[in-house]
């Protein structure tokens, strides 16, 4: 199974997750969830911001209004729409925020953007969905790494292996069960109990 798929296979929304989400503790402005949420993002908003063609200075002040935008809008994001992701709703400030930097520099004198402002600002598309990625997207295989590794000592070795042989190496529920001595069920359970943990970790979920 391919990281993507990761946060599209939890089967069992009612597994409770170890800690509440990360997005409601960043809207109590708890230091340790917005510390955890720019481990897990910055690296993708950086690459977002490469990929739509700004220099890197341009990229570290982007990177910085994103963050600055997030704070102040977190609480109005809105998780109960079909489709809604924590991932998507980055990537749209994100795309904004390009959108105005290329706009600055279109009204700076020649020669600081100039023309080739101008044609990089008409290829970005007014709106993206959210998740415009492919699954193979190297970056947001990155992204849910780093939130594993993030929750991996959450949980016991065989929970975790039960976990991985299933949704990562796509293995067959019954025979892991054989394998880890364990039910089909309790292989299952585990596999949802890591991906609920996952999604809730990413601001998927309230937790």
């Known amino acids: ?3 993507e798929r990761l946060i599209q296979s939890d089967g069992d929304a009612s597994s409770a997750a170890t800690s509440r989400g990360l997005l409601e503790r960043a809207v109590e402005q708890n230091p340790a969830a917005w510390e955890r949420m720019v481990v897990l993002y910055a690296p993708l908003v950086l690459y977002w911001c490469r990929q739509l ?3 890197e200075d341009d990229a570290a ?7 600055q935008s997030v704070a102040a ?4 994001f809105r ?3 079909p489709g ?6 980055l990537r749209t400030i994100t795309r904004n925020k390009v959108r105005d930097t290329f706009r600055r520099r279109h009204r700076e004198p020649t020669g ?8 990089l600002l008409s290829q970005l598309p007014e709106v993206v969905a959210p998740d415009e990625e492919s699954s193979g997207d190297p970056a947001v295989s990155a992204l849910l790494q780093r939130g594993l590794d993030l929750i991996r000592a959450e949980f016991e070795p065989r929970t975790w292996q039960a976990f991985w042989l299933t949704a990562v190496e796509g293995r067959a529920p019954k025979d892991v069960a054989v394998e880890l001595k364990m039910s089909g069920g309790a292989v299952r359970v585990a596999k949802s109990r890591v991906l609920h943990r996952l999604r809730t970790e990413l601001g998927d979920r309230t937790g």
Do not use: K
Not at 73 to 76: E, K, T
Not at 84 to 89: C, D, L, Q
Not at 112 to 119: D, K, L, N, R, Y
């Open 53 to 55: 063609g700004l220099r």
């Open 112 to 119: 600081v953007g100039g023309s080739e402002a101008q044609a």
């Open 61 to 67: 002040d982007v990177f910085q209004e994103v963050f």
């Open 84 to 89: 809604s992701t924590f991932r998507g709703w």
């Open 73 to 76: 809008h977190i609480s109005g």
């Open 1 to 3: 199974m391919s990281n």
């Open 79 to 81: 998780r109960d729409q």
